[in-house]
């Protein structure tokens, strides 16, 4: 038997690098000396699967020597202190360990001042641990979602899906432990996923619940899901000091709010999201990363939030891999929903302009500035008669397969998966008022013939430089040829972008202009200047 010695010395610079935001005067710890796991090591929990190692810690007695039992190995840790605990923290690094359970686990702590105590995590499995992360359309609960009673009454046929729900809070300095929970570690199940229909969206995120299932259904074995979210809330609340300092003027609001702003009874002060919920969790090993937000940033410029959201990806990276001593791919899978519609559809272009933003204005991921991102995009599944608001749509099922397809994609490396619909390799000027819109060797279908518009002008900052196209014909099968007069409505003669989708709510549901026609994906709305030339 192999029995793993950690040092002192080595244990408390893992521990210290445990606390990633600078501070070292982490909040919230428990009293001292008490032998206990931290809050999110619970029975029934899914552990992160090979080829990472997952990661177990706890708090205990000053130099109380500790033995983990796993599978008939001994691991050996020491309680060491803290600047920022009470308590003393140990931990352990389990081998890489492949999709399998279920297990239980021994952990043992002898010491000389306290007779030996002894812990255990029963009806553990293996598998991959995704954080469910973002504002209400994360939070939304799977019972108000459509097909919701399919889905409930299956619940049970997913024994090896896990789920972890947290409850919100915020903070003004990063916490260590999370602080409580709406369900520790359970198994799916009506109860658990929030049987009864409520419009606080209480209990287990619809979003995030059915990408796992689909992810389950794939792969075939445990996937463990945090829902970690908080409806109306900023990205701002979400990001660390570092992701604000990245991105000049980004404070949430400056000054005095935008008129049109409406106010949530919800945090969202620069980092007090990312201290109470997120930085509690980053020594635990994950998969990967889903996010629904940007509808309470859509008051603000969009400016911000293209400089936020990819430095936030980046951050929550780093930290995740630093906070778990390496074991988390510094590069993790990041997913996100490409914003659906609002409370007031057609006359506003705050979401158009925040859906290019979550791409850091290039309309499509992964791109040069969001590597091993994948993008669900939304905008053709609007709800207007939702009960819960336009804002609040309820085809979250659509929503949570468009995010796994991109997640068989890049996190599981499935290239020949589509998962992207139709975006332009290039839209150029043509003799005549005309405009080739190219899609490369993608074909596609066209539904509609209305949803393109051109900038007749040098500058296209003024909406009222924009018209709408007279004609959209389909050239080929994966090029269009549109056709314009902007003599009709300016004094210049030729248009210099085009831009497509740029509404609120574009389209009814799977009924915008553009899908592929092998995927029936929607292509994602964008922005581009006409090249002067077609070659």
Known sequence: MYCRQVTVQSHLKWVLSLCTVVLLGCSNVESADQFRLAPHYTDHMVLQMEPYSAVIWGFGDVGAEISLIFKGKVYTSMAAPVSFSESAVWKVVLDPTPPSGPFDITIKSSSKSMPTEVLYLKD????????????????????????ASEVLKDSYKYPNIRLLAIKEVESTVPFYNVTSF???????????????????????????????VE???????????????????????WSSPDVINACPNSTRFEGKPPENYTKFDSPHENNVLWNAMIHPLLNFTIKGAIWYQGEANTGEPAEKYACLFPNMIKDWRAKWYEGTGGHTDPNFPFGFVQLCTSNVPFNDTSFPALRWAQTADMGFVPNNRMSNVFMAVAVDLPDPTSPYHAIHPRYKQDVAHRLALGAKALAYGETYVQFQGPFPEKV??????????SYGTQSITLK???????????SCNSED???????????????????????KYTVYQTGSSLRYIWQDMPCSFKDCAVYGAQS???GPPFKLPL???CV
Request: net charge negative.
């Open 531 to 533: 090249e002067a030339k």
């Open 465 to 487: 430089m924009w018209i709408p196209v007279d004609v959209v014909q389909q050239q080929t099968s994966s090029s269009l040829m549109i056709g314009y007069d902007c003599n």
């Open 182 to 212: 709406y369900e520790e570690w359970s198994l799916p199940s009506p109860a658990t996923l929030g049987d009864a229909k409520s419009a606080y969206f209480l209990y287990f995120s619809a979003v995030c619940y059915m990408f796992g």
């Open 448 to 458: 509609s013939t209305d949803v393109f518009e051109v900038c007749c002008g040098p």
């Open 124 to 147: 553990v499995l293996f598998g991959d641990v995704w954080i469910c992360s973002g504002q209400s359309n994360m939070a939304f609960n799977v019972p108000n979602a459509f097909n």
């Open 215 to 237: 992810l389950h259904q794939h792969l075939g074995y445990p996937i463990g899901l945090i829902s970690d979210n908080w409806g109306g809330t900023s990205i701002q609340a």
């Open 520 to 522: 029936d994906l929607p």
């Open 428 to 437: 150029c000027s043509m003799t005549d008022n005309k405009i080739l819109v």
